[in-house]
Nanobody
Framework: QGQLVESGGGSVQAGGSLRLSCTTT????????MAWYRQAPGKSRDMVAM????????NYADSVKGRFTISRDNAKNTVDLQMNSLKPEDTAVYYC??????????WGQGTQVTVSA
């Protein structure tokens, strides 16, 4: 099936930006609709953005619309998430995976994003 490795997280002040990157291996992820998810402490893991196989269609959670941009490079097997105008409520561990992934799917280790006020 392949692996998922998320990177690019860190600590920023509110209003700042971060760019997350997800490196995938294997054809399964490269040919799948992909998404970024996040999980804050004590909360469920929620999808924040998705992108179709060819990258022509994207969709975002209302909470990040206009601030986050998802993109992918199938030649490099990467799925990125550009996050601008970050807010403290964006603080979470961020994961990438296939669209509509569940707890039964394999998950990578995620990358921590911390936004201070």
């Amino acid at each position: 099936q392949g692996q998922l490795v998320e990177s690019g997280g860190g600590s920023v002040q509110a209003g700042g930006s971060l760019r997350l990157s997800c490196t995938t291996t294997g054809n399964y992820f490269r040919t799948s609709i992909m998404a970024w998810y996040r999980q804050a402490p004590g909360k469920s893991r929620d999808m924040v953005a998705m992108i179709t196989r060819g990258g022509d269609t994207t969709n975002y959670a209302d909470s990040v619309k206009g601030r986050f941009t998802i993109s992918r490079d199938n030649a490099k097997n990467t799925v990125d998430l550009q996050m601008n105008s970050l807010k403290p409520e964006d603080t979470a561990v961020y994961y990438c995976n296939v669209y509509r992934a569940t707890n039964r799917n394999y998950w990578g280790q995620g990358t921590q994003v911390t936004v201070s006020a």
